[in-house]
């Protein structure tokens, strides 16, 4: 994946995706990073958070909240880290749509 070889270039531990288009919820190990995603069941729109085997240890949960929407928490030396990857409908959405991304926000 060329995302996780520009991201060990340039020494990135941790990096959210938009329009992942993974079908599904799930992990995975791609190159030196774990991939925890979360899609629908098509191809559409998708999330994902990739994470550095250096840093793996400090995974302590993660939720796939929606196909727009991923939450992860992390330890770190001060305590806890909440990481959410978004991806905002555009204004062109439904106002359903829009309403719906920002209630489970």
Known sequence: MAVAREMERYKVKLAGLTEARIPGSGNSCVENFTMLHSGNTGRM???????????????????????????????HQHGKLTVIVA???????????????????
Do not use: M
């Open 45 to 75: 729109a998708g999330v994902a958070l990739l994470l550095h085997r250096s840093i793996q240890h400090s995974l302590v949960s993660w939720t796939p909240v929606s196909d727009r929407l991923l939450q992860v928490c992390l330890t």
């Open 87 to 105: 991806y905002a409908p555009t204004e062109d959405s439904t106002d359903d749509d829009k309403d719906n991304f920002y209630n489970q926000l």
